[in-house]
């Protein structure tokens, strides 16, 4: 099979994208699973490729997310279509980051969903810095009391 220009455009901007990028079908398998992906949790696409979400999802928050998910699958309504998620994930090393990410439905041509797309940023750095600086300025407060 030859793809066509534009094909091989979209497979390289998908492929190579510094963000993570994943599409999971509708029971929550993983299907795609980029470079930027790859570098965010530490996994392969060979290794994370047919797995579960539950790869990246921290244990505590496994119900919730499945509960959302599976509705999500159901209904084809998400009031994340448009916002900016931040959630906390975990590595393959067992260390938790937080990433930001949007979702997208994804259909087939009979305009059934098969999955969703994410597109997430490892955020933890800049979070850290928010918290310490909480913290710092939590501290300056107490101190003037």
């Known amino acids: 099979m030859t793809l066509t220009d534009r094909e091989w ?4 901007i998908v ?5 993570g990028i994943l599409f999971a079908d509708q029971d929550g398998n993983i ?18 490729i047919g797995k579960s979400l539950d790869l990246i999802v921290p244990e505590k928050l496994r119900e919730q ?5 599976l509705r ?5 309504e998400s009031r994340y ?11 393959k090393d067992g260390s938790t980051i937080s990433v930001e990410f949007t979702i997208l439905l994804v259909r087939n041509h009979r305009n059934e ?3 969703t797309v994410a597109i997430l940023r490892d955020v ?12 710092k300025i939590k501290f300056l407060e107490d101190q003037l009391k």
Do not use: C
């Open 65 to 69: 997310h499945w509960k959302g998910y």
């Open 124 to 135: 933890t750095e800049g979070w850290k810095q928010e918290k310490e600086l909480k913290q």
């Open 31 to 48: 299907q795609l699973w980029n470079s930027g992906a790859e570098t965010i949790f530490g996994y392969t696409s060979e290794e994370a």
């Open 15 to 19: 492929d190579f994208a510094q963000d």
């Open 72 to 76: 999500v699958m159901e209904t084809g």
């Open 81 to 91: 279509g448009s916002e900016l998620l931040k959630v906390p994930a975990i590595r």
């Open 113 to 115: 969903i098969i999955g």
């Open 9 to 12: 455009i979209y497979k390289q």
